[in-house]
């Protein structure tokens, strides 16, 4: 499976948007799982968002609901992770991860051990 490279980190005040990249290479992507995942101080990968390619339909961990959005560009192969009214417990580095293994609970989606491919990180920093 092809690296994805992250990109779009930084240094927000809380309230504040950023928008993270997931570049891919290679493909086709369709019966991919794409994921964000985010961890904070080498503690366990919490889930973030995920999505099978195309989008039709959308996980997101509880607290991001309603804040992060999750979409794909097959024109780019780019995952999208727009993050709005961020938080300073938001802080953390953000990775992307795929697979194209088949998931049959909605709970696959949430575990880490299920991806195989992922990015180096993005750090997002969200000040008080």
């Known amino acids: 499976q092809a690296q994805p490279v992250e990109s779009g980190g930084g240094l927000v005040q809380t309230g504040g948007s950023l928008r993270l990249s997931c570049r891919l290479s290679g493909g086709p992507y369709g019966n991919y799982v794409m994921a964000w995942f985010r961890e904070v101080d080498g503690k366990e990968r919490q889930f973030v968002a995920a999505?099978?390619?195309?989008?039709?339909?959308?996980y997101y961990g509880d607290s991001v609901k309603g804040r992060f959005t999750i979409s794909t560009d097959s024109d780019t192969s780019t995952i999208y992770l727009q993050m709005n009214s961020l938080r300073p417990d938001d802080s953390a580095a953000y990775y992307c991860?795929?697979?194209?293994?088949?998931?049959?609970?909605?709970?696959?989606?949430?575990?880490?051990?299920?991806?195989?491919?992922w990015g180096q990180g993005t750090q997002v920093t969200v000040s008080s």
């Open positions: 999505t099978k390619w195309g989008g039709l339909a959308t």
């Open positions: 991860a795929l697979t194209d293994r088949t998931f049959f609970s909605t709970a696959d989606y949430y575990r880490p051990s299920k991806y195989d491919s």
